[in-house]
Nanobody, 121 residues
Framework: QVQLVESGGGAVQSGGSLRVSCSAP????????LGWYRQPPGKQREFVAS???????NYEDSVSGRFTISKDNAKTSIYLEMDRLEPEETGTYFC???????????????WGQGIQVTVSS
């Protein structure tokens, strides 16, 4: 069973910043794109950002310029730095892995357990 382990998150006021991290097994980290989806309360899961094994990044339009996804090859981990957070971005953030990640592709094959991000107004 693939283990994607998220950490970080928490609570912040509107306009604040948070970082979430995800560690992955080396086999997953080196072969698949890794990324983040989020699920606001009562809504469907949605794509946020992704990074390929080669380091190419992709962002949902609403977070572009505010969120930054990065990776640490030595730690087989990815990170999502989230700036200028808004209350509607409250939700569970899931680390994910698959060959393709994005808004227009099927949901990823591998998921973490999710981590809570709460943005208060």
């Amino acid at each position: 069973q693939v283990q994607l382990v998220e950490s970080g998150g928490g609570a912040v006021q509107s306009g604040g910043s948070l970082r979430v991290s995800c560690s992955a097994p080396i086999t997953i980290f080196s072969e698949y794109s890794l990324g983040w989806y989020r699920q606001p309360p009562g809504k469907q899961r949605e794509f946020v950002a992704s990074i390929t094994p080669g380091g190419r990044t992709n962002y949902e339009d609403s977070v572009s310029g505010r969120f930054t996804i990065s990776k640490d090859n030595a730690k087989t981990s990815i990170y999502l730095e989230m700036d200028r957070l808004e209350p509607e971005e409250t939700g569970t953030y899931f680390c994910s892995a698959d060959y393709l990640l994005g808004r227009t592709v099927r949901l990823p094959k591998y998921w973490g357990q999710g981590i809570q991000v709460t943005v208060s107004s």
